[in-house]
């Protein structure tokens, strides 16, 4: 469900424009019997100055600029046509139910029934939604997921792509292309009561999803720059060495059983949050399950994160790799590079599948 749609490409790349680094994915549809497939064109990776954004906010815009424009060079991508996702504080989603009217009368109704539940004025902010239809609703009423971004934060992604001399064509939440992006590499998952959780820099997007429709999605102002930080201090480590002792690379002086405490006690508390969402959930619906946790984003390839979530919530838990179901031709592509990294694609790959595909 993107926040706003404009001229449809088949050339669209998706741009994860995160908080610790750019990731690009251009895919090429092509058809396979019935089904449509995805091909790889072009992948890219570009690091951001420290604090160049934060929490999803943009705050040196000339260092995201010479980021994006240097991803585009890099990635050798023959478009300047992107998709870009949005969350953090300024991101509003939320899951309502209103009366079932006439087709001609919803969209007025629905946008009405929003404004209670959305923290600005509709001045502030775009609004879209998307109507589900549920079993666990009463046949006079509809499921309606509600998205609202600030006009503010939008207009701030929107200048620095501008200003790189790229094309905005699709803007969507992170949380939905991390979901897209799923369902489109795991077929299993598409039946299933499944939680996502995407471990970013500094923003980590929950996704709990039915039949693979969203039915609840919270970000966290929580990521991987806690652990980083954490380690920092307690080691005393500047920020590069903290980085690298966090990815279980070698540090000379710093011994791994030094570092575990400091992982552990940072895992504890993004595990607290991730237990007060699934109680919310489970408060909210008349169906509580989850059937599966998925972990994605650079965190995911932290040591020992699967066993970590695995013995706490007692659900099967599996890092995702969104090139699961892509072809990749591996005289074009570093595959070593891609089976490391994949996690960390996971919001480019559905802003790519979002461009090029039919995915909501």
């Known amino acids: 469900m993107p ?4 001229i449809k490409s088949k050339k669209v790349i998706g741009l994860d424009i995160g908080s610790f680094a750019l990731k690009l994915v251009e895919l090429k549809p092509k058809k396979k019997g019935k089904e449509t497939v995805y091909e790889l064109v072009s992948l890219g990776y570009e690091p951001v100055p420290y604090q160049s954004i934060v929490e999803g906010s943009i705050m040196d815009s000339t260092a ?23 969350s953090g504080s300024s991101v509003i989603v939320k899951r309502i139910e209103v009366q079932r009217l006439s087709p001609s ?10 404004r209670p539940h959305i923290p600005f004025t509709p001045e ?20 309606v997921i509600l998205a609202a971004v600030k006009k503010e934060k939008l207009n701030d992604y929107l200048n620095v792509i501008a200003i790189a001399d790229k094309a905005s064509h699709i803007i969507d939440l992170e949380s939905f292309a991390i979901l897209n992006s799923v369902l489109a590499n795991y077929e299993m998952y598409q039946q299933r009561c499944i939680a996502i959780i995407n471990i970013g820099a500094s923003i980590s ?20 720059n806690q652990f980083t930080d954490l380690i920092q201090k307690e080691l005393n480590l500047k920020y590069e060495k903290a980085e690298s002792v966090k990815k279980g690379r070698q540090v000379e002086g710093v011994s791994p059983a030094a570092v575990k405490p400091a992982i552990n006690l940072v895992f504890n508390e993004l595990k607290n949050e991730i237990s007060k969402t699934f109680e919310f959930h489970r408060s909210n619906t008349t169906e509580g399950r989850i059937d599966n946790i998925l972990i994605s984003g650079g965190t995911a390839n932290l040591e020992s994160i699967v066993d970590f979530f695995s013995q706490e919530f007692d659900i099967p838990v599996e890092v ?10 591996p005289k074009k592509f570093d595959l070593e590079f891609i089976k490391d990294m994949a996690p960390v694609f996971n919001v480019a790959m559905g802003l790519a599948i979002r461009a090029v595909g039919d995915f909501k």
């Open 105 to 114: 009368e919803m969209h007025e109704h629905i946008l009405w029934e929003a």
């Open 320 to 329: 995702v790799n969104p090139f699961n179901n892509i072809d990749i031709n």
């Open 3 to 6: 926040v706003l749609d404009f």
């Open 64 to 86: 995201v600029v010479d980021a994006i424009q240097h991803i585009f060079y890099e990635s050798k991508t023959k478009t300047n046509k992107l998709s870009f996702g949005v």
């Open 124 to 143: 502030e902010v775009n609004i879209d939604y998307e109507i589900i239809e549920s079993d666990d609703v009463h046949p006079e009423r509809v499921g």
């Open 205 to 224: 997007n929950v996704i709990i999803a039915r039949s693979g429709h969203p039915v609840f999605v919270r970000d966290i102002a929580f990521g991987g």
